[in-house]
């Protein structure tokens, strides 16, 4: 099986490099190739590769065999994966879905910063504050929110089929119906004090309420978006951006960040946390102990509990001995792939052991 939001290890700076950048679809073989410490000892083998034009700001599989791109030139692209002779191909694109209106059309494109999808549908968002909601055998979008918000968008995720959520660069996380004709959201949820940027948003899996965001300052901040408009949960983390967070897709009591500082967190909030064997290998372990009040009163979600006693929380960092900033991550399973400044991607086999 493959991940569902797969890498993406890029960030943009001030300065543009014309570059071939590509997309490169892997095999990292089979469970016997696994090391002590559980990270993969084969060599993974290119399967296929395509250029790309611009930066791959985000990625994900839209099926088994189609993944969508986002560029930094505003573009999106659903690439083909023909598997019978390991070959990809451009199956649709969308230029300029995302691109600044005050500048001519040769170089107006606006970096397109996130993508999620949902078959047949996926949704787009971008510097330009813009909302696309595109279907994957149509030519054009089914929907353009414009002026979805006034700075830049840096993630969205799909709350129900219907709903999506936005997160921004004023730390702002908004709900959007996408049943409702009119151009604004729904709910606007706010970080109080400092208008710190979000990063990155996951929704829990089988919680819907339940939503995790990361941002510049490297906190954790949990919500429940049923209630209030601050979040339930913020927890000191990472000492630079948080680039990415995800609840394990089928084991959702842990969720994993990485940050620019080089670190990559799990946390786990599974019940008798204190008494069960590790998950994770023992090399360079570091774990802390974590309570967190909370505001609500009636939920059953782990990362919602507000009883201390019970709420214990575990973090391991998985890379110990860290250097250059770990850009994404994904999970599926036993299985952890992540991505570094050190154009590197690393696979752990065996997260749950």
Same mark, same amino acid.
């Given at each position: 099986?493959?991940?569902?939001?797969?890498?993406?290890?890029?960030?943009?700076? =001030?300065?543009?490099?014309?570059?071939?950048?590509?997309?490169?679809? @892997?095999?990292?073989?089979?469970?016997? #190739?696994?090391?002590? #410490?559980?990270?993969?000892?084969?060599?993974?083998?290119?399967?296929?590769?395509?250029?790309?034009?611009?930066?791959?700001?985000?990625?994900?599989?839209?099926?088994?065999?189609?993944?969508?791109?986002?560029?930094?030139?505003?573009?999106?692209?659903?690439?083909?994966?023909?598997?019978?002779?390991?070959?990809?191909?451009?199956?649709?694109?969308?230029?300029?879905?995302?691109?600044?209106?005050?500048?001519?059309?040769?170089? =107006?494109?606006?970096?397109?910063?996130?993508?999620?999808?949902?078959?047949?549908?996926?949704?787009?968002?971008?510097?330009?504050?813009?909302?696309?909601?595109?279907?994957?055998?149509?030519?054009?979008?089914? &929907?353009?929110?414009?002026?979805?918000?006034?700075?830049?968008?840096?993630?969205?995720?799909?709350?129900?089929?219907?709903?999506?959520?936005?997160?921004?660069?004023?730390?702002?996380?908004?709900? @959007?119906?996408?049943?409702?004709?009119?151009?604004?959201?729904?709910?606007?949820?706010?970080?109080?004090?400092? &208008?710190?940027?979000?990063?990155?948003?996951?929704?829990?899996?089988?919680?819907?309420?339940?939503?995790?965001?990361?941002?510049?300052?490297?906190?954790?901040?949990?919500?429940?978006?049923?209630?209030?408009?601050?979040?339930?949960?913020?927890?000191?983390?990472?000492?630079?951006?948080?680039?990415?967070?995800?609840?394990?897709?089928?084991?959702?009591?842990?969720?994993?960040?990485?940050?620019?500082? =080089?670190?990559?967190?799990?946390?786990?909030?599974?019940?008798?946390?204190?008494?069960?064997?590790?998950?994770?290998?023992?090399?360079?372990?570091?774990?802390?102990?974590?309570?967190?009040?909370?505001? #609500?009163?009636?939920?059953?979600?782990?990362?919602?509990?507000?009883?201390?006693?019970?709420?214990?929380?575990?973090?391991?960092?998985?890379?110990?001995?860290?250097?250059?900033?770990?850009?994404?991550?994904?999970?599926?399973?036993?299985?952890?792939?992540?991505?570094?400044?050190?154009?590197?991607?690393?696979?752990?086999?065996?997260?749950?052991?």
């Amino acid at each position: 099986p493959r991940p569902d939001p797969t890498l993406h290890t890029t960030k943009t700076g =001030g300065v543009i490099f014309v570059q071939d950048n590509r997309i490169s679809i @892997w095999s990292v073989g089979d469970l016997g #190739n696994v090391g002590l #410490n559980g990270e993969y000892q084969g060599e993974p083998q290119l399967l296929c590769d395509i250029r790309h034009n611009g930066d791959v700001m985000d990625m994900q599989f839209l099926d088994q065999e189609r993944i969508v791109v986002a560029s930094s030139t505003g573009t999106v692209t659903v690439f083909h994966h023909h598997q019978n002779n390991q070959t990809l191909s451009a199956n649709q694109r969308w230029e300029k879905a995302h691109s600044h209106v005050d500048q001519d059309t040769s170089c =107006g494109g606006a970096a397109c910063t996130g993508v999620i999808c949902n078959n047949p549908e996926i949704v787009t968002v971008g510097e330009d504050g813009r909302i696309n909601l595109f279907r994957a055998d149509q030519k054009d979008a089914v &929907r353009t929110i414009d002026n979805a918000d006034s700075s830049t968008l840096h993630a969205v995720t799909f709350l129900r089929t219907t709903e999506i959520l936005t997160v921004n660069s004023i730390g702002q996380l908004k709900i @959007w119906d996408l049943r409702q004709q009119r151009n604004e959201p729904s709910q606007i949820f706010s970080l109080t004090g400092d &208008r710190v940027p979000l990063h990155c948003v996951d929704r829990h899996p089988n919680q819907q309420h339940v939503v995790a965001t990361g941002g510049q300052d490297g906190m954790l901040s949990v919500w429940d978006i049923r209630q209030g408009t601050m979040p339930v949960s913020l927890l000191n983390a990472h000492e630079a951006e948080m680039w990415e967070v995800h609840f394990h897709p089928s084991n959702p009591d842990h969720l994993f960040t990485c940050s620019e500082d =080089g670190s990559l967190w799990h946390w786990d909030t599974s019940t008798d946390v204190a008494e069960k064997p590790s998950f994770l290998h023992q090399g360079g372990r570091s774990t802390t102990y974590f309570s967190h009040n909370t505001i #609500n009163q009636s939920v059953v979600s782990a990362w919602l509990s507000n009883d201390p006693t019970k709420d214990r929380m575990e973090i391991t960092n998985l890379i110990p001995n860290q250097t250059l900033s770990v850009n994404s991550l994904d999970i599926l399973g036993p299985c952890l792939v992540y991505g570094t400044d050190a154009e590197a991607i690393y696979v752990n086999r065996q997260l749950f052991a």
